[in-house]
C-alpha cells in the first residue's frame, strides 16, 4: 500500500498482515507512518496504491463509517468526548437506539454495563464525562467503539495520556478483549509496553514497513534498532568548534501543568559559543514545555536562565528575543508562519521590531522585502517572489524561510525545534548545512530532535528528556542507537550516569 | 497578483451587490411591484444634492462604527459592543460639552476626547473580562451594550438632562465654540447650495483622517503587524513575542475609542445636544459596514455610503406604496452576499497562486520521506 502528500511519500509498500484474536503493535518513531497507515485502514484517508482485505474479502473504505460497518473501530489519541455530557449519552452519540422517536437510553445502559463487565471497563452509565479521570475516558472510548460492533480495535498511541497503574488496568482490560475474540492494533512507540502487551510487531521507518516479529525474538535494544535504523551514518570526524563562552545557562528549570503536574523537573544545561546541544527523547517528554519556557512562552516555568550574562528569568518573549534567542518552533504551520500572508511578512515574524525589519513604530516594507530577498537567494527557498502568501510554497521552502530568518538574525543562541521535520530529504541536507555553518561561526544552537540521525551527527553533547527530566548526558561520538534508545523509553534509567 | 486583488477588491462586491438587487427584485415582484420603476424611483430621488448630503451625513457615523469593528476584526475580536457605547459616549460628551466654553477648536477637541475616552474605557470592560476571566467578548460586549442603554437612559432622565422644561428632553445645548461648522461653504466652492437644513456635517473631514489614520496603523505600523498576525494565527504571533493579552487591551481600547467617536458627526453637527430621540442603530450597522468593505479602509468608505445612500433612498418608497423594509432586506443579502462571493473568489484566487508558484519552482519535492 502506499500514499503519496504533496512533497512527500507517507507510506510506501506498507505491508500489514494481522491475525484474528490477536493484540499486533505497530511501532516506528514519529513520522513513521503509523498514522497514515491507521487513517487509511479507518476509512479517512485513501491510498493511491494497494489494497485492505478483512477476513479474505478485499474492502476499500470511503469513510471512518464504512469502516465502523465494516468492524473497525478507532480509539484515537485525543479523546472525542462532550465533557457535558454523561458516559450513556457519549456512547450512544451517532447511533442512537430509538423506540419510536424516543431514544431507547434504558437498553443502551444495560448494554454498556454488559459491555463493561465481559471485559474489565468498569463505568457508571449515568456520571458526567467532565468528572471521569483519563483513564476512565478511554474506557468510555474503547467502550464506544465495541458498542458500534467493532471486532478490530485500533488503539493510537492508548498510553501516552495514562499513569502507570492505568496503563496496567488497560493492558488488563486488552487480554479480555483478545481472549473474547476482539482483535486488537495497539500503535505506540513505547517499547517496553510493546513488548510486554503485543504478540506480533510490525515496525514501521521512513514510511515503510520494515518487517514483523515478536516479543520472544527480540529485546527492547534490537526493536529500538529496527526503528531507527542499524545503518546510522557515523558522526564525521569534525573540528570541534566549542568554546569555552557559556551562552545560555539554564539551572533547575521546572515547570508544571495547570493541574499541577510536573512538566518540567530541574533541568539544567549551558550552551557554549560554537556548541550544538542535542536534546533527545521521546515526543511528549516535556520538549515543548522545554522550549516555552526558554523563550517565555511558560511564564510559570520557575528556575534560572542566563543569557551572555544577562538574566532572563522575568522577561517577556519579545525581550527574551531581543536578547539575543532565536526559535526554529517544532509546528512551522502552527507556531512559525502566518500562512496568507506574503513571504516578507513571515520573514518578518519575530523580528518584526528590529531592523531592517521596522523602522521606529513602522514597519520597513522595503528593508523587510531585501532582507527577504536575501534569505530567498541564501538558503535557496524556491518560490517566484517574496510577495506570494507562504502556503504557496511546499513544506521543504517554507522550512527553508523559517530556518533563514533566524539565522540570518543572527541570535547569540538559537533554539531549533524538530528543523527538519516532515520535508525532503533535499531540504533536509541544507538546513543540517546551515545549522554547521552557524554553529562554526560562534552561534550556540539547541537541538530538539526525534530524528536520532541528525542529534547524533549534529550534536557536540547529548542530553535525554524522559518525563521532563534530563536523564543521561551522552557524547555523541560514543552513543550508539540502542544506547540512545534504551534512555529514550526510560530503560536505561539505572545506568544513568 | 495585480489582477488576484482587483478580483478581490472590485469584483467581489460589485458581484455581490448584483446578487443582492436581484434577490430584492424577485421579492418585489412576488409582491407585484415593478422593481425597474422601484429602483428608477430610489436612483432618482436618492441622486438629488439633498439627498447625496444627507447620504454622506449618514455614512460618515456608520463608516467610524465600521472603523471600530474593523480594528478588532483584524485580530480577531469582535466587538458588537459599539452601539451602546457611542450612545453612552455622545451623552456624556454632550453634558460635559455644556458644562463650559472655551476658543472653539480646543471645546470641540476637548469633547472628542470626553467621548473617545468614554468609549474606551467602556470598552475596557469586556477587555479585563477577557484576559481576566476568559469572558468571550461577544458575550460581554452584547450584554454590556444593554447595560450601556439603560445606564444612559437612567442618567439622562435623572442626573444629565436639562433643567428647563421645553417641548423636547434634552441635554443642555452644547455652547456655539464647542460646533462643528458644516461643510456648506466648501459645497459654495463648487457651486453647490444646500437647502436649509441639509447641512454637509463638517465632521467628515475628521473621519476621512480617522480612517487614514486606521490604514496607517493596521497595515503600516509594527502594532498594526502585531495584531494582524494575532488574528491570522495567534499561536504564531504569541511564539514571535506577542503578548496576547497586552494585544487584547489595546486593541479594545482603539476600538472603545473610536466607538466613542461614532456619535460626534450628529451631535456637534446638527443636536448641539443630546435629545431623547438621538439616532441609534450606527453601531450594529457598522458590523455589516465593516465587513461589506472587508475591514479596508476604502472599502468600508464606499460601504458606509452605500449604506447611507440605501437608508435615505428608501424614504420615497414609502410614497410610492412600496414597503421601505425591502431596502433592509436589500442590506442583509448585500452582506451576505459580499461574504460568500469573497470566500468563492479568494479561494479561487489563492488557487491560482499556489498553483502559479508551484510552476514556478516546479516539483522537486518528492522524497521518501514520512508526512508527520
Request: include cysteine; hydrophobic fraction near 45%; glycine fraction near 10%.
Given at each position: ?16 498482515i494481522?491475525l ?13 507512518g ?14 493511491d ?16 463509517k ?9 480509539v ?28 431507547d ?54 498510553t ?41 510487531i510490525?515496525v514501521?521507518?521512513?514510511g ?7 516479543p ?14 542499524s ?8 573540528e ?22 510536573p ?21 511528549g517528554?516535556?520538549q ?15 528556575g ?27 509546528d ?16 518578518a ?13 513602522w ?30 510554497l ?20 538559537l ?6 521535520r ?7 541536507a ?24 541528525e ?18 548526558r ?22 544513568a550516569? | ?27 418585489l ?15 432618482t ?60 477648536v ?8 470626553v ?23 461577544v ?7 444593554f ?45 453647490i ?21 486606521y ?12 495584531l ?10 504569541n ?11 489595546k486593541?479594545?481600547?482603539?476600538s472603545?475609542?473610536?466607538?466613542g467617536?461614532v456619535g ?7 443636536y ?39 437608508n ?41 497562486t ?5 510552476r ?12 508527520a
Amino acid at each position: 500500500m502506499t500514499k503519496r502528500y504533496p512533497g512527500v511519500v507517507a507510506n510506501k509498500d506498507v505491508e500489514l498482515i494481522v491475525l484474528p484474536s490477536e493484540v499486533h503493535a505497530v511501532v516506528g518513531e514519529n513520522g513513521a507512518g503509523k498514522s497514515t497507515l491507521m487513517k487509511i485502514i479507518y476509512g479517512m484517508v485513501r491510498p493511491d496504491e494497494g489494497t485492505i482485505s478483512i477476513n479474505g474479502q478485499p474492502a476499500a473504505f470511503r469513510s471512518p463509517k464504512e469502516a465502523i460497518d465494516a468492524g473497525i473501530g478507532m480509539v484515537h489519541q485525543h479523546f472525542m468526548l462532550a465533557d457535558n455530557l454523561t458516559v450513556l449519552e457519549n456512547v450512544v452519540l451517532g447511533s442512537e437506539p430509538r423506540s419510536g422517536l424516543e431514544i431507547d437510553f434504558d437498553s443502551a445502559a444495560d448494554r454498556i454495563k454488559e459491555l463493561g463487565e465481559s471485559y474489565g471497563l468498569h463505568l457508571n452509565p449515568s456520571q458526567r464525562v467532565e468528572a471521569l479521570s483519563v483513564g476512565e475516558r478511554q474506557r468510555v472510548e474503547i467502550i464506544k467503539v465495541l458498542y458500534r460492533g467493532a471486532k478490530i480495535l485500533i488503539l493510537d498511541e492508548p498510553t501516552a495520556v495514562l499513569v502507570p497503574h492505568e496503563v496496567d488496568e488497560l493492558f488488563d482490560s486488552i487480554r479480555e478483549l483478545t481472549n473474547e475474540g476482539q482483535t486488537v492494533i495497539f500503535i505506540s512507540h513505547k517499547l517496553d509496553e510493546v513488548l510486554s502487551i503485543a504478540d506480533r510487531i510490525t515496525v514501521m521507518r521512513a514510511g515503510r514497513t520494515v518487517g514483523t516479529t515478536t516479543p520472544a525474538e527480540v529485546d527492547a535494544g534490537e526493536l529500538a534498532e529496527m526503528m531507527i535504523g542499524s545503518e546510522l551514518p557515523s558522526p564525521e570526524t569534525r573540528e570541534s568548534t566549542v568554546q569555552e563562552e557559556v551562552l545560555l545557562n539554564v539551572a533547575d528549570l521546572s515547570l508544571l501543568s495547570g493541574e499541577g503536574r510536573p512538566l518540567l523537573t530541574g533541568v539544567s544545561f549551558q550552551v557554549r559559543k560554537g556548541e550544538i546541544v542535542g536534546v533527545a527523547g521521546v515526543e511528549g517528554n516535556g520538549q515543548g514545555s522545554l522550549v516555552d519556557s526558554i523563550i517565555g512562552l511558560a511564564p510559570a516555568a520557575t528556575g534560572e536562565i542566563t543569557l551572555l550574562g544577562e538574566s532572563l528569568s522575568h522577561l517577556p518573549a519579545r525581550d527574551r528575543r531581543g536578547a539575543g534567542l532565536g526559535l526554529i518552533p517544532e509546528d512551522r504551520h502552527r507556531q512559525g508562519l502566518l500562512l496568507p500572508s506574503p513571504l516578507w511578512e513571515n520573514a518578518a515574524l519575530g523580528h518584526q521590531y528590529q531592523e531592517p525589519f521596522a523602522n521606529g513604530i513602522w514597519i520597513d516594507k522595503k528593508g523587510s522585502r531585501r532582507q527577504t530577498e536575501e534569505i530567498v537567494r541564501r538558503f535557496a527557498v524556491k518560490t517566484p517572489n517574496v510577495d506570494v502568501p507562504a502556503t504557496a510554497l511546499s513544506g521543504g521552502n517554507q522550512q527553508k524561510l523559517v530556518v533563514g530568518r533566524e539565522i540570518v538574525a543572527d541570535p547569540a543562541v538559537l533554539i531549533a525545534a524538530q528543523p527538519t521535520r516532515g520535508i525532503d530529504i533535499g531540504a533536509q541536507a541544507a538546513v543540517w548545512e546551515e545549522l554547521k555553518a552557524a554553529r562554526a561561526s560562534g552561534m550556540g544552537i539547541l537541538l530538539i530532535s526525534a530524528d536520532l540521525e541528525e542529534l547524533i551527527g549534529l550534536s557536540d553533547t547529548i542530553h535525554v528528556l524522559f518525563e521532563g527530566r534530563f536523564v543521561a548526558r551522552l557524547n555523541p561520538s560514543e552513543v550508539t542507537p540502542e544506547i540512545l534508545g534504551s534512555y529514550m523509553t526510560g530503560a536505561g534509567q539505572e545506568k544513568a550516569s | 497578483m495585480k489582477s488576484g486583488r482587483l478580483l478581490t477588491a472590485v469584483v467581489a462586491p460589485l458581484v455581490a451587490l448584483i446578487i443582492a438587487f436581484g434577490i430584492a427584485a424577485l421579492a418585489l415582484l412576488l409582491v407585484g411591484i415593478d422593481p425597474i420603476q422601484a429602483y428608477k424611483e430610489m436612483i432618482t430621488f436618492g441622486t438629488s444634492t439633498a439627498s447625496l448630503i444627507i447620504t454622506v451625513n449618514d455614512a460618515v457615523p456608520l463608516f467610524v462604527s465600521a472603523l471600530a469593528v474593523a480594528v478588532g476584526f483584524k485580530m480577531g475580536l469582535f466587538n458588537i459592543g459599539v452601539e451602546g457605547a457611542y450612545l453612552l459616549a455622545a451623552l456624556i460628551g454632550a453634558y460635559v460639552g455644556a458644562l463650559y466654553s472655551i476658543t472653539p477648536v480646543l471645546h470641540i477637541l476637548s469633547i472628542l476626547v470626553v467621548c473617545a475616552s468614554v468609549g474606551a474605557l467602556w470598552a475596557l470592560i469586556p477587555a479585563l473580562l477577557k484576559v481576566k476571566r476568559g469572558v468571550h467578548e461577544v458575550i460581554s460586549t452584547i450584554m454590556l451594550n444593554f447595560i450601556a442603554f439603560s445606564l444612559s437612559a437612567w442618567l439622562f432622565l435623572n442626573v444629565l438632562k436639562a433643567e428647563t422644561s421645553g417641548l423636547t428632553i434634552a441635554t443642555d445645548l452644547i455652547p456655539e465654540t464647542g460646533w462643528i461648522p458644516s461643510l456648506n461653504g466648501v459645497l459654495g466652492w463648487f457651486g453647490i447650495e444646500p437647502r436649509a437644513g441639509a447641512d454637509l456635517h463638517g465632521f467628515l473631514v475628521m473621519a476621512i483622517v480617522l480612517g487614514i489614520v486606521y490604514h496607517y496603523l493596521v497595515n503600516k505600523s509594527r502594532f498594526g503587524y502585531d495584531l494582524r498576525a494575532s488574528g491570522i494565527n495567534p499561536s504564531a504571533a504569541n511564539a514571535s513575542g506577542v503578548d496576547p493579552k497586552n494585544m487584547v487591551v489595546k486593541t479594545m481600547l482603539i476600538s472603545g475609542g473610536l466607538a466613542g467617536l461614532v456619535g460626534v458627526s450628529q451631535l456637534l453637527g446638527f443636536y448641539h445636544q443630546y435629545p431623547q430621540d438621538f439616532p441609534g442603530g450606527y453601531g450594529f450597522a457598522g458590523i455589516a459596514v465593516a465587513l461589506l468593505g472587508r475591514n479596508h479602509a476604502v472599502g468600508m468608505a464606499f460601504g458606509a455610503v452605500l449604506f447611507g445612500f440605501m437608508n435615505r433612498a428608501s424614504l420615497i418608497l414609502d410614497l410610492k406604496d412600496v414597503p421601505k423594509e425591502i431596502v433592509t432586506i436589500i442590506q442583509g443579502i448585500v452582506v451576505l452576499a459580499v461574504v460568500i462571493v469573497y470566500e468563492v473568489i479568494s479561494r479561487y484566487v489563492q488557487r491560482r497562486t499556489v498553483a502559479a508558484a508551484a510552476r514556478a519552482t516546479e516539483a522537486d519535492e518528492v522524497g521518501a520521506g514520512a508526512a508527520a
